[in-house]
C-alpha cells in the first residue's frame, strides 16, 4: 500500500461513525493496547484489534475496517471496555461501526439471519422463538414444569410490540435487508503484522 | 547584627526531605524538633536497595545524613510519634505529640513548620485483572526493593525467578480505577529494579510492559538505555491487560503494540509499579495546618512561592508530589531556606 | 468516575426488598425455561414476592446490537417495559445478563440524554405509557449473594465434592457500574457456591465469554466460536469441573448446546453439563428436580445427580 496521505482522511469522521454520541470519550484513548490483550476475538484473529480500529476511526480513515470481516467477528464481551483505563465503551463505537458497513453494503450476510429473527420476534413479541417443531418441545418443557405451555405474553403486549416495529421504521428496514447489493468483506490482514494486499 | 538563634523549627516526617531541611535549619544554629510517626528515620529512601541514574547505594546517602543529625545536639528526634494536634497562636504554633507505644502525649511550641510526610503506593488490589493480593507472586514495587536486598545479601528461602515481569502505570494514568496523573517516577525505578534482576540474576529474564517510558531527567535515557541495551531487559510497548496462573507460574496477557499483537509472557513474579499517592500523613497534617491540596490530596503551594503555605508552613518531598530521592534534597533544602529567611526577619 | 463500580450488597439492598418485578427473558422462559421456575421456586422459599407482567414483552437489546436495526426501536421497547415496572413502583430484576446489559445501558442512555427519552416517550405515550426513569435495574444474582447465609442456612442438599466452574457471563461485570464484583477478578459466584456446599473451581479460562452474543452463534459459529470455547472447555476440564454454572441463559445456550459441535469438531467430548446458578442453588435447597426443568439441556445432569444422591428424582 502506498504512503497515506493524511489530507485525504474524512475530517469528523469519527461524530460520522458515533451518530448516537454513545462513545464520547474515544479521544481519550492511550493506545496502551490493554484493550486487545483482553479480546478473545483478538487472540483467535490477531488482525482484529480495537486499538488500531480506535486510532483509525479517530484520523478518520476506516474503510479498511467498514470492508472487513474482521469488525464483525467482536462478540460484544466488553473485555475490552472492563480494562480500559478511560472507560472508552469500545462496544458501542463496534455496533455503530458495523451500521456503518451495513449502510455502505458491506457485511449484509452478517445481518440476513437476524432478518428472519426480528421479523418472527415482531410477531411473537419474544426474540428467538423456533420454528413449529421447536414450539412443540418448549410447549412440553414447560407443560412439564406446571408451567403455562407458552410464555405468558399478552395480546396487547404483541399489538404494542408490533406498532413499535412499525412506528420506528424497523419493519420496513429488516423487510428491505437483503444481501443482493451485498459487497465482498474479507480479512484485511491475513496474520495480523503482516499488511497483506 | 547578630541575634540570638531562640527560635524553633518542627519538621515533620523522617525520610530524606524531612532529614534534608532538618540538617539546614538545624546547621544554621536553630532548634529543630524531627517528628517521625516510624521507629526509624529513613522513610521510604530507607527501603530501597539502589538508586537511579547512579546505581548508588541509598543507605549510604541515608548514613551520611544520620551522621550529621546525630552529630547536631539542637536536633531534638521524635520516632514513634505522631503529630496529634496543632493550634496556631501568636505567629507560632503549639504542637502536642505524641508518642507509641503508650500513647506518651508532649507539647511544644514551634515558630515554623517543615511538612515532609512523603508518599505511599495505591492499593493494586483494585486491580483484580493483575491479581495483587490473589497470586503471592505478584508484588508491588517496594515489596521488590525488600526482595532485591534480599537477594543482593544472598539470603532467600525461595527459589529464584527464572522470568520477572513488571508492569507500570498500575493506577497512574488510569481515570477508570485510579487516577489520571503520571507518578513520573516509576519509569525510573522500573529501569533500576528490571536492570538489578539482571544484575543479582543473570539467568532469569526480565520484561517491562510499558506505555511510554518516560526519561525526563539528567542522564535519566542514558540509564534507562543502558538497561535495554547492556543489561538486556526486554521492553515490550502495551499495558498488560490480565494476569492469570499456568501450571504453577503465571501469565501475563497484553497486546505487543508495536506489532499489533496479542502476546502472553511467561513469569514467575510480577512487579507492579503502582501509583504514588499521598501518604495518610500527608492527608492528616494538611487539614491539621491548613495547607491546600490538589484533587488527590497532595499539598498544594501559593501561587509564587512554591513549597510554601502561608507565613510559616513549609512542605518538601512527595507530599507535594511523587519526586525523586534528589529532587527530594533539593527540596528539603528550599524548605530549610525558606524557614531561616523567615527566622532571620522575626 | 462519580458512580461506584463494585458496591457492596448492603449498599445494594439495605433491605431486602418483599417484592420484585421479574423481567421475563426469552431465552429464559423458552429455551431453558427451568430458569425461570427455579427462581420462582427460590424466591418462594426466600418469602420474596415474584412479580410478572403479560404485558412485558422482549427487551429487544439483541435486534440492537446485531446490527439488524438502529437504536430507535430498542429504546422505545426499553422504555415501554420499564414503564410498566414504574407503575408497579418496584425495582426490575433481570435474570439474564443480556436482558440486565441492554436494559441498563438503554436506560443509561435515556436518562443521560434527555433527548433519546423525549423520543421514546413520544412514541410509547401513543400506547398510553410514560417512562420517568425510576425503576432500578438489578440482577436476580445480587439477591442470592446478599441473602448467602440464609440460602446457606436453607440447603437439604449440599452439594458436597461437587467442582463447580462458574461462568460469570459478561454483561453483568463487564461495562456496568454499582455491580456486586471486580471484573478482574470475580468471586461473588464462587462464594455462593462454597456457601452451599460446592467445591468452585477457579479454572484459567473462568472469564472467557460464551461467544454466542450478538448473534456470532449464527455468523461465525466455525471461525471463531468454537475454537473460542474449545479454549474454555479445555481449561475447565484441566481443573476437573463437574458442572457449570451461568447467570444468562444466553449464555447457557452457547456454553451447553455447543458441546455437541465441539465433539464432532475436536474429536473431544467435554459432557460438562451448563445449567444457571438459580437452578444449583434450587437442587441445594431441595427444589423438586421437576421443577428444574433439566431435560432442556443438552448435556445431561445425570452424572451430577448421581453423585448428590438425587439419581431417578422425585
Known sequence: MPREKYRDKVPGLYHKVDAYHLVENLETCLACGKCVGNCPVASLTPSYNPRQIIADVLNGEASRWLQSEEIWRCFWCAGCYTVCPNDIHFPLLMMQLRYMAAENNYGLKYIMPFKRFGLRAREDGLTFAPGEKGREKIKRYRSNLGASPWPEISERARREYRELFDLTGTTAHLEKISDEDEKSVGLRYAEGRITGE | MMQEKTQTALVVGGGLAGMEATIRIARAGYQVVL????????????????????????????????EQIERCDRIHIHTSTEVRAVVQVDG?????????????????????????????????????????????????????????????????????????????????RDRSKGYPYCSKICCMYTAKQAGLVKDLLPQAQAYVFYMDYRAAGKDYEEFTRAVIEDRHVRYVRGRPSKVLPENGRLIVRAEDTLMGVPIEVEADLIVLAAAVVPSQGTRDMAAMFGVPTDQYGFMEGDPFKPGQSGERVFFAGACGFAVETQGAQYQGAAAAAGVLALFAQD | MSEKRVVAPKEIFPAVPESIFLFRSCTGSMEYPGTESAIKEIMK???????????????????????????????????????????????????????????RELAHIMRHNPAYRQMANDLIGRQGYRYEGRTVIRHVQEIWYRLKDEIASRVVTPLTGLRVGVHYGCHYLAAQYGILDDGGYPTFHE??????????????????????????????????????LYKKFKSAREEGVEIMTTV???????????????????????????????????????????????????????????????????
Open chain 3, 45 to 103: 422459599i426466600l418469602g420474596i414476592e415474584v412479580v410478572m407482567d403479560p404485558d412485558q414483552t422482549c427487551c429487544s437489546g439483541y435486534l440492537l446490537t446485531c446490527s439488524a436495526y438502529k437504536p430507535e426501536l430498542s429504546l422505545a421497547v426499553t422504555a415501554r417495559n420499564l414503564a410498566i415496572v414504574e407503575k408497579k413502583n418496584l425495582d426490575t430484576y433481570m435474570f439474564c445478563n443480556g436482558c440486565y446489559g441492554y436494559n
Open chain 3, 248 to 314: 444468562c441463559p444466553g449464555c447457557n445456550t452457547a456454553l451447553d448446546r455447543e458441546q455437541p459441535n465441539l465433539a464432532q469438531r475436536y474429536g473431544d467430548e467435554f459432557n460438562i453439563p451448563v445449567i444457571d446458578l438459580a437452578q444449583l442453588i434450587g437442587l441445594a435447597l431441595g427444589v423438586p428436580l421437576l421443577k428444574l426443568g433439566f431435560e432442556a439441556n443438552t448435556v445431561p445432569l445425570t452424572g451430577v445427580l448421581r453423585k448428590l444422591g438425587l439419581e431417578g428424582g422425585e
Open chain 2, 35 to 66: 517528628v517521625e510517626k516510624q521507629a526509624d528515620l529513613g522513610g521510604v529512601t530507607g527501603q530501597l536497595y539502589s538508586s537511579f541514574p547512579r546505581w548508588e547505594d541509598p543507605q549510604r546517602l541515608l548514613q551520611n545524613k544520620l
Open chain 3, 191 to 228: 462464594e455462593i457456591i462454597a456457601a452451599i456446599g460446592g467445591t468452585p473451581v477457579f479454572f484459567k479460562e473462568r472469564q472467557l465469554c460464551c461467544g454466542y452474543a450478538v448473534g456470532r452463534g449464527f455468523t461465525h459459529k466455525v471461525e471463531t466460536v468454537q475454537p473460542h
Open chain 2, 92 to 172: 507560632a504554633f503549639d504542637v502536642i505529640l505524641k508518642r507509641q507505644p503508650g500513647s506518651v502525649e508532649r507539647q511544644l511550641r514551634a515558630d515554623a513548620a517543615v511538612l515532609a510526610t512523603g508518599f505511599e503506593l495505591f492499593d493494586a488490589s483494585i486491580y483484580g485483572e493483575y491479581g495483587y493480593g490473589i497470586y503471592p507472586n505478584v508484588i508491588d514495587s517496594l515489596e521488590f526493593e525488600a526482595r532485591l536486598r534480599q537477594w543482593g545479601e544472598g539470603r532467600t528461602d525461595e527459589p529464584l525467578p527464572q522470568s520477572v515481569a513488571f508492569i507500570k502505570c498500575v493506577g497512574s
